[in-house]
T-cell receptor
């Protein structure tokens, strides 16, 4: 079945350094969503990408959707302690939008 | 306030004792789903519902049941819980049956089966 692979599983960065997590699908996606889960919390929606090659920014966060709509990335510039948490990508297959597949997430830890 | 409410937040139970985790949303969303979250495995979908009386299996449905008699409620039922169902469970809802809309998650239910 379809898988959405997310790497790395864990990332430790010094505060102020950049961070990137990558998401790759075995099949073409109709869209991809990103969620953030703070420690002890629940996933919270960040953004959705729909178009091939789309790039969206939210302050220090940059989201990209690949040209083939099979991969995506989230890049955080100059990390802050508030960025701590697990970041999940979630994809929906083309012509099968009743099911969403989550990646396993990347846990980001910030070293002060 | 728009929200997805799960109850209970924490539950410790014994093997074989039937339990229900409730989920309710106040946003008139069509789509609701249940996930379990386990270390290293991320979020895995258990069951989902595209509308009232319409439910379907997700990726890990074994040992679970759901019902959707009303639009706002989507309870998760464990008829005979086993220790391998110890997990963190999340209910989520979306506006449309299509998942091309933002999912709102409940606060989570941490279940321990001994």
């Amino acid at each position: 079945g379809q898988q959405v692979m997310q790497i790395p599983q864990y990332q430790h960065v010094q505060e102020g350094e950049d961070f990137t997590t990558y998401c790759n699908s075995s099949t073409t996606l109709s869209n991809i969503q990103w969620y953030k889960q703070r420690p002890g919390g629940h996933p919270v929606f960040l953004i959705q990408l729909v178009k091939s090659g789309e790039v969206k920014k939210q302050k220090r966060l940059t989201f990209q959707f690949g040209e083939a709509k099979k991969n995506s990335s989230l890049h955080i510039t100059a990390t802050q302690t508030t960025d701590v948490g697990t970041y999940f990508c979630a994809g929906t297959r083309m012509n099968r939008d009743d099911k969403i597949i989550f990646g396993k997430g990347t846990r980001l830890h910030i070293l002060p | 306030e728009a929200q997805v409410t799960q109850n209970p937040r924490y539950l410790i139970t014994v093997t074989g004792k039937k339990l229900t985790v409730t989920c309710s949303q106040n946003m008139n969303h069509e789509y609701m789903s249940w996930y379990r979250q386990d270390p290293g495995l991320g979020l895995r979908q258990i069951y989902y519902s595209m509308n009232v009386e319409v439910t379907d299996k997700g990726d890990v449905p074994e040992g679970y049941k759901v019902s959707r008699k009303e639009k706002r409620n989507f309870p998760l039922i464990l008829e005979s819980p086993s220790p391998n169902q110890t997990s963190l469970y999340f209910c989520a809802s979306s506006l449309l049956a299509s998942m091309n809309t933002e999912a709102f998650f409940g606060q989570g239910t941490r279940l321990t089966v001994v």
